[in-house]
């Protein structure tokens, strides 16, 4: 639950108080705190967001019925962008755009593949010296990922030491669900989305957590959250997604939400039409998670 503080204004200090009140409501995120911990959101003016469409133009992830999942990623994570885009409170970076990766992450990768790995195995050799002597516990929640090839795992690194860089507010990975049937030709069994945030013991895990459930609560009153059983129930805490800030490669002020949106081959997906409604409604809700987060209404 959130708890929601404001500073009271002195006797003498009412006149400044009432003269400043719309200037710091417009352009000031609100302190906040949590029943887990308190911790103030970035003063900071605009507050930074980072889309991450999942996968890209090599290697595109799911597929259904010649439905990419790198395009539909894509074609979500802009409709975000251009929800958020024109909000002054708020400057909004994305990591791919229709040609490929966008020239910040495609000049980032192009040029730092060493630092980057660098900044891989020194985060890996600190976590194994942490679990060692028992200061981190690896644990599993239950769910499998694809393992991913290296140089998709250096590219997702990237991504962590550029937003630890440039001082990134929030994360949100854009992805959407599949699973292992052998027919792929044919829709599976499960639909509904998934919200991940990262495991307690990540340093972002505080901060994230408020934003995650804020996220989930907004499309369960739309949608059905997964119906795979392993993801059902609620927002699920992840150690090990590069995206999560494995290996804590992301600092505690960088909030990072991973969304699989659905499964690929759910009917709201199943042609341009029907997928152009859903994503707007879904970026819509995602905005809204997002903006409500770092300014919260009072009631």
């Known amino acids: 639950m959130k708890i929601h503080k404001r500073t009271r204004p002195t006797s003498y200090g009412m006149s400044m108080f009432l003269s400043t009140l719309v200037l710091v409501f417009l352009t000031a995120p609100t302190f906040f705190a949590l029943a887990d911990g308190p911790f103030i959101a970035p003063l900071a003016v605009p507050i930074k967001i980072l889309i991450v469409p999942g996968h890209d133009n090599e290697v595109w992830g799911a597929e259904y019925n010649g439905m990419k999942e790198a395009d539909m990623t894509l074609a979500l994570g802009d409709d975000i962008l251009n929800n958020l885009k024109n909000n002054p409170r708020f400057k909004i970076y994305i990591t791919r755009d229709a040609i490929g990766y966008t020239k910040d992450f495609a000049s980032y990768f192009a040029s730092g593949m060493e630092a980057i790995t660098t900044f891989k195995n020194e985060a890996q050799k600190l976590m194994q010296k942490k679990i060692k002597i028992g200061t981190f516990k690896r644990k599993s929640n239950g769910i499998s990922h694809s393992s991913v090839k290296t ?149």
């Open 151 to 299: 140089p998709v795992a250096l590219r997702l690194y990237g991504i962590n030491k550029w937003a630890d860089e440039n001082k990134i507010d929030a994360i949100i990975h854009i992805h959407f669900n599949d699973d292992g049937r052998r027919n792929k030709s044919k829709p599976g069994p499960y639909k509904g989305f998934s919200v991940y945030m990262p495991d307690s013991q990540l340093p972002n895990s505080k901060t994230t957590r408020p934003l995650a459930i804020d996220i989930f609560n907004g499309l369960e009153k739309k949608y059905t959250d997964s119906t795979y059983l392993k993801s059902n129930g609620g927002v699920v805490t992840d150690q090990k997604l590069i995206a999560m800030g494995a290996n804590a490669t992301l600092l505690p002020s960088v909030r990072s939400v991973l969304v699989e949106y659905g499964f690929i081959y759910e009917d709201k997906f199943s042609t341009i039409p029907k997928r152009d409604s859903t994503f707007a409604t879904m970026a819509e809700v995602t905005t809204n998670a997002i903006i409500d987060y770092f300014y919260p209404k009072t009631y």
